[in-house]
Nanobody, 124 residues
């Protein structure tokens, strides 16, 4: 059984930084691309960033490019999302997801396993 467990969310002031982590178990982590998504009430879950199986290729949404870094440690079966210059509009539940294949994709339909999410609140 594949499990993804996120951590690292919380309350941060505008302009602040956070680092989210997601630990995976249940299948060979290094075989699959990983992604981070976010969702606010009443809105569709949206792609934030993705990383391929090796960590050699990354892709970011336009709204997060330049303010975030996705990385992975295959030895620890963990994917990270470091975010900086956070804005109130970044407030959302952030989810990590495991792709069905090894290459990055922004479509959530191609991600087969999801974590339970971690709340990020940006507020003064």
């Amino acid at each position: 059984q594949v499990q993804l467990v996120e951590s690292g969310g919380g309350l941060v002031r505008p302009g602040g930084s956070l680092r989210l982590s997601c630990v995976a178990s249940g299948r060979t982590f290094s075989n699959y691309a990983m992604g981070w998504f976010r969702q606010t009430p009443g809105k569709e879950r949206e792609f934030v960033a993705g990383i391929d199986w090796s960590g050699g290729s990354t892709y970011y949404s336009a709204f997060m490019k330049g303010r975030s870094t996705i990385s992975r440690d295959n030895a620890k079966s963990t994917v990270y999302l470091s975010m900086s210059s956070l804005k109130p509009e970044d407030t959302a539940v952030y989810y990590c997801a495991s792709h069905s294949g090894s290459h990055i994709e922004s479509s959530k339909s191609q991600y087969t396993f999801w974590g339970q999410g971690t709340q990020v609140t940006v507020s003064s």
